[in-house]
């Protein structure tokens, strides 16, 4: 057997130190802490972002790796969330309504599913665009409800069949084969002006979540949302252009 270094293992600990903030947001919701329960689940977003860049940084991606990212995933973007928005907006909402947000739990399952057969390599080969949008994203969008009431926009709970048509298109987003934008192409480097600008952009980012946390991540959901036709345009126009360069080639 293999011996662990541990650089090979400094990706794992950040992926079970972001199951930890998905058991919190759970123990969260069922205490009634929403607004703790919400901040756990981001932070567990960007551990799952964290363990990805230091896996590829260390060149210690594994088998392992990727089913423990996998399971956690499933937890910390899948259940936790689900659970959060049945407590806290769709509880005393009828039958319909409650299976609705809990099927979300199902089409994570099945993406991750997915996933992991690799049925998405198959189906797009692009590095710039996910089949279907992620689990994180799916998660932080049906998540965007609660945020609204925090702000005082009780839409959610006041029309819960409203609510529930939109938790189930962004449950089907999750298993669709619609294109979305990865953002796997960036990459840092300091010298370069555009990650400069980069840096800045996440610099007064984090400023408005420490001054707005509810605004600034209703806003970037609402942004994620409007990034959906523009990704499948772009998708489109990708295409178009490599069919063109092989039949170029071809002539």
């Given amino acids: 057997m293999n011996k662990l270094s541990f650089r090979s293992i400094i990706p794992n600990i950040t992926t079970l130190i972001g199951l930890c903030f998905g058991i919190l947001a759970i123990c969260f919701a069922l205490s009634g802490q929403f607004q703790l329960s919400v901040i756990c689940i981001l932070m ?13 940084f260390l060149k210690s991606e594994s088998k392992l790796g990727a089913e423990l990212d996998s399971l956690a995933d499933f937890l910390n973007f899948g259940i936790a969330p689900s659970i959060l928005i049945y407590i806290s907006l769709m509880q005393n909402a009828g039958l319909i309504e409650r299976i609705a947000v809990l099927s979300f739990i199902v089409f994570s399952c099945l993406r991750l599913a997915r996933f992991n057969a690799d049925i998405d390599g198959k189906i797009n080969k692009s590095t710039n665009f996910f089949t279907g949008i992620p689990t994180p994203a799916g998660a932080g969008l049906i998540l965007l409800p609660l ?9 959610a709970y006041e029309t819960p069949i409203i609510a ?21 192409q ?7 002006f555009k990650d400069l600008k980069i840096i800045v952009c996440v610099f007064l980012f984090v400023i408005c979540m420490i001054n707005s946390p509810w605004i600034t991540l209703s806003l970037v959901g609402l942004s994620y949302i409007v990034s959906i036709p523009l990704s499948i ?10 069919k063109n360069s092989s039949d170029t080639l071809e002539i």
Wanted: charged share 25%; glycine share 6%.
């Fill in 44 to 56: 567990a977003s960007i551990c799952d972002v964290l363990d990805g860049r230091l896996s590829r």
């Fill in 147 to 155: 945020i609204h009431s925090f702000l005082g926009f009780n839409w």
């Fill in 164 to 184: 529930s048509i939109y938790f189930l298109i962004i449950g089907s987003l999750l298993v669709s084969k619609v294109p979305t934008f990865s953002g796997k």
């Fill in 186 to 192: 960036i990459r840092f480097q300091l010298k370069k």
């Fill in 233 to 242: 345009r772009a998708w489109i126009n990708e295409k178009d252009l490599d």
